[in-house]
């Protein structure tokens, strides 16, 4: 049975992030993409920022899962990655494959507020996400990062706080051991100066024998930037755990 995979983007993004690595993918494996709350074409759909919180958006996604009628893979990049494994955890039973993209650890990075601060505070400044962005992902093509800064763009200030706020406490009282026990793939970009070895350190750990790869020169937005290798790996990862050549 062709395997789905479910896309969770991360913070300032949208579903399209994922456009380059499903291109690549080539109709191989299903897959599934959408907007967070107040990103991309939902934007403007928070009414009540105060009801929104990783677990929150994992039962959004949940849902999501649930109704799919085939193994699924559950691929989440920075914020999207934690949301990705409370999904995983949660429907072990439909939920055959983890991939944490540039994972922000589910605990958080648990910034002090002065170094959490820019962060809360790019909501609307196109120009502190294109310096932000070209920091982390130093390797961006030109082209790359309009796009990227033109995605964050839509985020409005109070979303943007909110979202930072989220990855950046985390879950409270994160387990030591994730309660998903399946396959993982943890994918790092050499040159991310956020999810540098140390924070991925934060992760790993975490989970039983882990796949670690990482592509040299992608940074925090690797797979915008190593669309073709990012999907190369995930079809890989499918084919191993479905036995069914992708």
């Known amino acids: 049975m062709t395997a789905t995979v479910l896309f969770i983007h991360g913070f300032l993004d949208d579903a399209t992030v994922w456009d380059g690595v499903i291109e690549a993918l080539a109709g191989k494996v299903d897959v599934i ?21 990783l ?18 893979i559950v691929v989440g990049h920075s914020m999207g990655s934690q949301v990705a494994e409370l999904v995983a955890a949660s429907h072990a039973d439909r939920v055959q494959g983890l991939v944490l993209v540039t994972p922000v650890p589910l605990g958080g990075t648990q910034l002090p507020a002065e170094e959490l601060a820019p962060f809360r505070a790019l909501g609307g400044d196109t120009d502190a996400q294109r310096t932000l962005r070209s ?10 990062l309009d796009r990227l800064v033109h995605i964050g763009g839509a985020v409005r200030p109070e979303v943007a706080a ?6 950046n406490e985390g ?25 540098t ?12 024998q ?30 191993t755990i479905t036995g069914v050549a992708a």
């Open 33 to 53: 993409q959408y907007d967070l709350p107040g990103s991309g074409t939902r934007s403007q759909a928070v009414a009540d920022l105060g009801t929104v919180t």
């Open 135 to 144: 920091q982390v992902s130093p390797n961006l093509a030109a082209d790359q």
């Open 197 to 208: 070895e140390q924070l991925l350190a934060a992760t790993t750990p975490r989970f039983v």
């Open 162 to 167: 909110r979202y930072a706020d989220m990855w």
């Open 210 to 239: 882990p796949n670690v790869k990482v592509i040299d020169k992608g940074g925090h937005w690797l797979h915008v930037e190593y669309p073709e290798a990012l999907a190369t790996t995930i079809l890989g990862f499918t084919e």
């Open 55 to 72: 677990e929150s958006l994992a039962a959004e996604a949940g849902d999501i899962a649930a109704g799919i009628d085939a193994p699924v």
């Open 171 to 195: 879950v409270r009282n994160a387990p030591a051991t994730s309660a998903f026990t399946g396959p993982v793939l943890i994918i790092r970009g050499g040159a991310d100066a956020f999810v």
